[in-house]
């Protein structure tokens, strides 16, 4: 296999590593905390006088926005940088290797894409500007407390009333929602109907009166995603995207969007080479043929260094098949389903590896000579990856389920 690339996109490849020598200061270690749940820490420790990453994150996507990459793969026409799709690879790639965040959010990776789609030119207008800018925080109200893998079973309720819809409901695991600004929201329209037909796709205004959001604090200690009840909220019409009880079909172009996972598996690669390095440096791989500990430490590295090279692999099958117009399928949920397992299996040679320092999360930044950030190996970063990989192989689909579509749409076995 040749994985050289083309001229053209060599030519690209050198653009963005030009752009990223220049223009990006981050810290090797996630010194800049991307959206989420870490933005929502990184203002804590901001309000109280630390180091502010957050501001940082935010110059930093300033900078992406000045040379039109916030969106790599929205057409120029709104806004976006119109990348074909080995330009977003090496773009991502480069990006993953400077361990530069990306942009994304719900609102560049799903919402702004699935606007452009099926949104009417109102909408078009009225949503993409915020989105592109970084003013608009979105996030996605899909899964419900009885409806996750079973996406279609929802039942948070949309009635016509008027020119509005008045929704209520519960969602659940809705990443962001307690500092977005509007959601994409799935709620049955007709109840009458067979799942998939009876569902509608909303773009919600957050503050509309009768929605609360409750934070779930998850068990790295942060809180990465909420409950949202709808009491009586009342959406207008003008902000249905797509046809009434057409959503569910709408709701697919959302999850079809952004399957390589290409940034995923650079950052394992990185990872599992700092836990070389870190074993080098400590001579965790050294020892007699007798020493029953280095030897483990060898055997478990040599894994995750094959595994991670076959996690890059298997992204660069799902590019292919994009780049050849075709739109992946099994190939994604295989990916999905290696990089989320393998991120735990990294995490835990992680643990194994640092040993008690390893266990240790970072302190406050405001608190250079606490206990915690002087003992801390890596920030706590193979602490926190621990903690926080539980969840890779539940959320955006589970592994069961991953593993059901690679049986019954790659294999060919039957469904039960
Ligand atoms: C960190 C995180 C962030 C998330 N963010 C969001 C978000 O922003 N917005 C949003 O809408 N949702 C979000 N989710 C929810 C996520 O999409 C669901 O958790 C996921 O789809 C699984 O649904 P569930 O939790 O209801 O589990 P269930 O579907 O109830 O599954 C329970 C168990 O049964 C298994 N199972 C279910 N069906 C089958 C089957 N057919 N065959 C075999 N096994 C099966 C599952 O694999 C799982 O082990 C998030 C979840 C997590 C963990």
Aim: aromatic share 8%.
């Amino acid at each position: 296999m040749d994985f050289r690339d083309a001229p053209e996109e060599a030519a690209f490849r050198e653009e963005v590593k030009a752009f990223l020598a220049v223009e990006f200061k981050g810290a090797s270690d996630g010194g800049l905390e991307a959206s989420g749940p870490n933005a929502e820490r990184a203002k804590e420790e901001v309000s109280r006088g630390g180091v502010d990453r957050f501001g940082a994150y935010k110059g930093w996507m300033k900078k992406l926005a000045a040379k039109g990459w916030t969106a790599p793969a929205w057409p120029k026409e709104y806004g976006g940088a119109g990348m074909t799709v080995m330009q977003q690879f090496v773009f991502n790639e480069e990006m993953a290797k400077a361990r530069a965040p990306r942009p994304g959010g719900i609102g560049i990776a799903f919402g702004g894409p699935t606007i452009i789609a099926y949104g009417t030119d109102e909408q078009k207008r009225e949503h993409l500007p915020g989105i592109l800018s970084g003013d608009a925080v979105w996030c996605q109200g899909f899964s419900e407390p009885g409806s996750g893998s079973d996406l279609a079973s929802l039942q948070t309720r949309a009635e016509k009333d008027g020119d509005d819809y008045v929704i209520n409901g519960q969602k659940i695991w809705t990443s962001g929602a307690q500092f977005a600004q509007r959601m994409i929201l799935l709620a049955r329209t007709d109840p009458n109907a067979p799942k998939h037909k009876g569902i509608s796709y909303f773009l919600l205004d957050m503050k509309s009166p009768g929605v609360s959001v409750r934070p779930l604090v998850n068990m790295a200690n942060l809180p990465g995603f909420s409950e949202v009840f709808f009491d009586n909220v009342r959406v207008p019409a003008k902000d249905l995207l797509g046809e009434e009880n057409r959503g569910w079909y709408v709701a697919t172009t959302t999850l079809d969007i952004e399957r390589s996972s290409i940034g995923t598996s650079i950052a394992q690669q990185q990872s599992v080479d700092d836990l070389i390095r870190f074993a080098k440096e400590m001579g965790n791989g050294k020892g007699e043929n007798g020493n029953g500990r280095a030897k483990s430490v060898r055997a478990e590295l040599a894994d995750r260094c094959i595994e991670a090279e076959t996690a890059r692999l298997l992204s660069y099958r799902v590019i292919t098949l994009q780049n050849r117009g075709m739109v992946p399928n099994h190939e994604s949920s295989a990916v999905k389903l290696y990089a989320a397992e393998l991120s735990q299996r990294v995490a835990e040679t992680g643990i194994r590896i640092t040993g008690l320092y390893g266990q240790l999360d970072r302190g406050p930044s405001d608190e250079k000579d606490s206990a915690s950030n002087r003992w801390a190996l890596n920030r706590g970063r193979f602490m926190r990856s621990y903690l926080q990989t539980v969840s890779a192989t539940i959320a955006g689909g589970t592994s069961e389920v991953q593993r059901n579509i690679i049986a019954t749409r790659g294999l060919g076995l039957p469904r039960d």
